[in-house]
DNA sequence: CCGACGTCCTGCTAGC
DNA sequence: TGCTAGCAGGACGTCG
């Protein structure tokens, strides 16, 4: 499932393969994607050169010349690619952007959570984006981080996951982070002092840093933008380790479900503590 | 307003 | 061996 750091790792593949290229033909598939691709979008971007790749959160913003933005998100399981042309076509395969150095940026997405949408500005962006998303993991002031959850009596699962509050994290990173700042899942926002909030942050920030180095986590789908898997899921703490032992301490790795989403946490590293939910 | 929960979608797998 | 129910979860809509 693609986070931050999986969609940062597309990012950094996709940079040197497609900025400084023009699409030259789109091919689309017929099944629709959560956001609808809009025909009058082809001429749009057909004859375009890509002149940057960035990443927000969990959206992947590749810049136009003409100033317009193609905004991807991958959903569960959207692959971006860039490949020959020649490369066999997969099922599931949505877009095929034919560029001109004769290779093929391509969208494949088996479950089609994704969406590949064509937005006429960087303000129109910012505009889709609004207040809903919130800080980078790496940015987020202290202050902001601590008054977001301590004002909340959501569980921390929940905060982690909510992306108005921090962009980028999904239920690995979650509790990968939970258990670096030993605390535990359902613990209330509210229950926690300025220091849990500030530990938990520092190691959310050092969660996704070192998931990145890992080119991150492929559990089935995920590929990297020149189609490798990650490499991260070996270093999982808990997450998929229900049952195991923690390397802290020996304990069973537990799971159960916390605002909807399996959630691992070793129980004596992450004690309940304080208002649970 | 806030928080909880259902929905979308397909492929894999646990269990009979 | 074959079948099916249940699960995976990012974003968003709906409900109380």
């Known amino acids: 499932m693609p986070e931050l750091p999986e969609v940062e790792t597309v990012v950094r593949d996709l940079r040197p393969l497609i900025v400084g290229r023009t699409i030259t033909a789109l091919r689309i598939g017929s099944k629709t994607l959560r956001k609808p691709w809009s025909p009058e979008w082809d001429a749009e971007v057909v004859g375009r050169t890509t002149t940057a790749i960035r990443r927000r959160g969990k959206w992947i913003l590749a810049d136009l010349d003409s100033g317009a933005v193609l905004l991807v998100h991958l959903g569960m399981t959207g692959q971006f690619t860039a490949v020959t042309a020649a490369e066999p076509k997969p099922d599931h395969l949505h ?3 034919a560029l001109s150095d004769g290779s093929e940026l391509r969208y494949r997405d088996t479950r089609r959570f994704g969406s590949v949408q064509w937005i006429a500005s960087d303000e129109l962006v910012q505009l889709a984006f609004g207040e809903k998303l919130g800080h980078e993991p790496f940015d987020i002031p202290a202050a902001a981080f601590a008054t977001a959850l301590r004002s909340s009596n959501r569980n921390l699962k929940a905060l982690l996951l909510d992306q108005s509050i921090l962009a980028g994290v999904g239920n690995i990173y979650a509790d990968e982070s939970l258990f670096r700042a030993k605390v ?3 613990t209330l926002g509210s229950a926690l002092t300025k220091s849990q909030c500030d530990r938990l942050r520092v190691a959310v920030e050092a969660v996704i840093a070192k998931a990145i180095e890992g080119r991150g986590s492929t559990i089935r789908d995920y ?6 898997r990650g490499g991260y899921q070996d270093e999982f703490a808990v997450y998929g380790r229900t049952g ?15 605002a909807g989403r399996a959630s691992h ?4 590293c992450q004690k309940r503590r304080g208002g649970t939910r």
Do not use: D, N, W, Y
């Open 95 to 97: 877009f095929a952007f």
């Open 244 to 258: 195991e032992p923690c390397a802290k301490c020996g304990t069973a790795i537990e799971m159960t479900r916390v």
């Open 265 to 268: 946490f070793c129980p004596r």
């Open 223 to 228: 590929v990297g933008g020149s189609g490798l």
């Open 184 to 186: 535990h899942p359902q």
